[in-house]
């Protein structure tokens, strides 16, 4: 059974520019969530999605959104980087029928903004 | 509102010698909660995970965890370290029951195992 892929692995952008990172969770998880890590800030978490409906949100600005598809693929988007976003960005799945249910991570991508 | 306390940012053990790391949690309700292990430019791999039945969690590689309300602690132990659980390891929890599945993390604690 795959696990949680996430594409790019790596990527570097200019500030004032714009990331589309994609997540494909495990085959039958509906539950889509982000989480960025960084050094300082430790893993916070973005947002969670289920059946393309955004059911969690954390403490981030607009320039940070995302969505979810028919088939629960997912896709974050940062808009006008800071050089501040440089981070790992972590996506996970889950069945999403209970909060119990275990959360799966995928390997992340990171991004530097130069 | 939930939060995770790791204390201790590094801990170092000999091979062979015990592994504790520590978590407290605060929680307005009762809580599951979580141990993930992250390898060098890896992900989080779940190790165990507490969701209001037994006490005492045992999870992957050897690691277990006893949930003790009374001390709102949720710590992680190893009977003898090996050099391949050199990692960082995080402390999460999440609202017990509902659709909440948002994970609040510890800062983490970085597990050096000397030879």
């Known amino acids: 059974k795959a696990g949680v892929t996430q594409t790019p692995r790596y990527l570097i952008k200019t500030r004032g520019q714009q990331v589309t990172l994609s997540c494909s969770p495990i085959?039958?998880?509906?539950?889509v969530s982000w989480y960025q890590q960084t050094p300082g800030q430790g893993l916070q978490f973005l947002f969670e999605y289920f059946s393309e409906t955004q059911r969690n949100k954390g403490n981030f600005p607009g320039r940070f959104s995302g969505r979810q598809f028919s088939n629960s693929r997912s896709e974050m988007n940062v808009s006008t980087l800071e050089l501040g976003d440089s981070a790992l960005y972590l996506c996970?799945?889950?069945?999403?029928?209970?909060?119990?249910?275990?959360?799966?991570f995928g390997e992340g991508s990171w991004l530097t903004v130069v | 509102a939930q939060s995770v306390t790791q204390l201790g940012s590094h801990v170092s053990v000999s091979e062979g010698a015990l592994v504790l790391l520590r978590c407290n949690y605060s929680s307005s309700v009762p809580p599951y909660l979580f141990w993930y292990v992250q390898y060098p430019n890896q992900g989080l791999q779940l190790l165990l995970k507490y969701t209001s039945a037994a006490t005492l969690v045992k999870g992957i590689n050897g690691f277990e965890a006893e949930f003790k309300k009374s001390e709102t602690s949720f710590h992680l132990t190893k009977p003898s370290a090996h050099m391949s659980d050199a990692a960082e390891y995080f402390c999460a929890v999440s609202k017990g029951g509902g659709s909440n599945y948002k994970l609040t993390f510890g800062k983490g604690t970085l597990l050096t195992v000397n030879p």
């Open positions: 996970a799945s889950s069945l999403g029928g209970n909060s119990g249910n275990t959360i799966y």
């Open positions: 085959s039958g998880h509906r539950s």
